[in-house]
């Protein structure tokens, strides 16, 4: 029995938000296809996009590998906020007030839209408007909560340091950001695809973009040689998956989070929370058939850096219990999100060789407000308005000194992991596994990623990424091969589960 069971965790993992809502399908792309805009990727990024576009008369198709929303949107905590943790002093110290201003802008912008568009429109969708804290726990982590008051105060940000928060948790004081939201994404977007399809849009799912042709107008190439080709192209697929241009694989850093939904015995006393310091856990509340449920998140870690990943859920669980008594737990999930090197999202275009390409990407597990600004963003671009945000965001900005550090220290990291691994001498076969057990082996020979199903049958793959060739490991919680390079994750059978490889794992044993 797994420790998640014993605890009475979910033993798989299940999105409250897509149970929550019976979301539209779509079919796989057939035939080869021409439109205004191709955007790949159905998250909360490309439906916006999509959906703007639309409104504004563009003929769009919008492309997702497997359902809309399985990605991070379906998986997310879904605060809609501009606090995205101790953001603004870092901004003013490292990018300066023009950039910290315009980031904190752009962000209330993007939610200013949303509300007006829930009421516009009558979307029930959960949302509630709340403050948002981050607290600190001890006195270093209290003066880095005061130095990024000071930062609000010199931005004009709504809100400051207060000396203690209304959670029952040990802490020194926060920094509190007035008149923030929380929804559900799922409800929210729903009516949007809804609307992009009833202005002639086509949504295409189960279709997997491994190529783009960089031509006068650009064309995405499915796994199958289909074919769509647009006056535009947008990659809203999370992490980009194509490296001829841009070299996102170098510029971006990918980290994996956890959540769980608990019914509890103290009564959530409203409020957005997260700690200032490591491990992170972030607090907000949903409901759940007439009843307030908390939403923790946190104990992330570097996609494919932690080799007991259900740890991160009993973690959880034990701050929950411990916070506010745990009745049980309904769901639990887990997801990720790539990190820029100076902590800004890249929203814009792909790369100086690709004119007509655009990107989002990097939200750093903030993805609610950066997913609806960079449909904003995008959209300004292609209809050629441009956007003063524009700078701010652009993939194409220098990389000032801190992100050059972080790119030299990480690619130091990556190089030795990469070596260690190759060197890596596994050991036992596959007929040592318990059920639902997964491991890295000696398979005739060779390097070899197995696991056991619960009926007892066997499957051994490859754990050489598609990508870029370095060496997937073991996920026990979610039962994948994730890659501690650059993020992509596969099934224990090899099917692709997120990107950015775009091709399966082989397999060495059927």
């Known amino acids: ?117 829930i009421t516009e429109k009558g979307i029930d969708c959960d949302f509630s408007e709340e403050k948002a ?12 909560v005061k130095e990024e008051a000071e930062a609000y105060r010199k ?26 939201a929380q929804f559900n994404p799922v409800k929210f977007l729903k009516p949007l695809v809804e609307e992009i399809v009833a202005k002639g849009g086509r949504v295409f799912e189960n279709t997997r973009v491994d190529d783009i042709e960089s031509n006068k107008r650009p064309v995405a190439v499915t796994r199958e040689g289909r074919r769509v080709e647009g006056d535009y192209l947008v990659v809203c697929s999370h992490y980009p ?36 310091g490591q491990p992170a856990h972030s607090l907000r509340s949903i409901q759940l058939e007439g009843k307030e ?29 411990q916070t506010f008594g745990v009745k049980k737990v309904p769901y639990r999930w887990s997801a990720q999100d790539p990190a820029t090197l100076d902590q800004i999202p890249y929203i814009g275009r792909y790369s100086t060789e ?24 995008l959209t300004n671009l292609i209809s050629g308005r441009g956007s003063k945000y524009e700078e701010t965001f652009s993939p194409l900005r220098p990389i000032k000194e801190p992100g050059m550090k972080k790119l030299t220290k990480e690619s130091f990291h990556l190089g030795k992991m990469f070596a260690e691994d190759k060197a890596e001498k596994p050991a036992g076969q596959f007929t040592d596994l ?23 049958d066997f499957h051994v793959v490859d754990t050489t990424c598609t990508h870029m060739g370095c060496q997937t490991h073991w996920n026990n919680a979610e039962r994948t091969w994730d890659c501690p390079c650059h993020g992509s994750r596969f099934s224990y059978n090899g099917d692709v589960v997120e990107g950015p490889a775009t091709k399966p794992l082989k397999k060495m044993r059927e």
Not at 160 to 166: A, E, L, Q, S
Not at 296 to 317: D, I, P, R
Not at 446 to 454: I, K, L, N, S
């Open 1 to 117: 029995m797994s420790k998640n069971r014993a605890l009475n965790i979910p033993d798989r993992s299940e999105s409250y938000w897509l149970d929550s809502v019976e979301f539209p399908t779509f079919p796989s792309l057939e035939e080869n296809c021409e439109t205004d805009v191709v955007i790949i990727g159905g998250g909360i990024s490309g439906i916006m996009t999509a959906y703007l576009l639309a409104i504004e008369g563009y003929r769009v198709t919008l492309v997702e590998a497997r359902r809309l929303l399985s990605g991070t949107t379906g998986f997310t905590t879904a605060k809609l906020t501009s606090q995205h943790g101790l953001i603004y002093d870092y901004l003013l110290q490292n990018e300066g007030s023009k950039t910290a201003n315009s980031y904190y802008e752009a962000n209330e912008a993007a939610i200013s839209y949303v509300k007006n568009l």
């Open 133 to 144: 804290y981050v607290f600190a726990e001890d006195e270093k982590q209290q003066e880095k």
């Open 155 to 180: 931005i004009g940000i709504d809100g400051g340091f207060i000396d203690n928060i209304p959670l029952d948790v040990h802490n020194l004081g926060a920094v509190v950001m007035n008149h923030q």
């Open 241 to 276: 998956f194509y490296d001829k241009e841009g070299f996102y694989y170098a510029r971006l850093s990918p980290n994996r989070s956890y959540s769980i939904a608990a019914e509890t015995d103290k009564e959530y006393p409203g409020g957005m929370y997260v700690n200032a």
């Open 293 to 321: 449920l908390v939403l923790a998140g946190g104990y992330g870690h570097y996609v494919g850096h932690k080799q007991n990943t259900e740890e991160s859920y009993n973690q959880l669980y034990q701050f929950v219990n």
């Open 354 to 377: 690709m004119e007509n390409v655009f990107v989002a990407t990097g939200y750093r597990k903030w993805g609610m407000s950066s997913g609806i600004l960079a449909g904003q963003l």
């Open 434 to 456: 318990q059920i639902d057990e997964g491991k890295v082996i000696n398979y005739n020979e060779q390097r070899a990623g197995a696991y056991r199903d619960e009926q007892g």
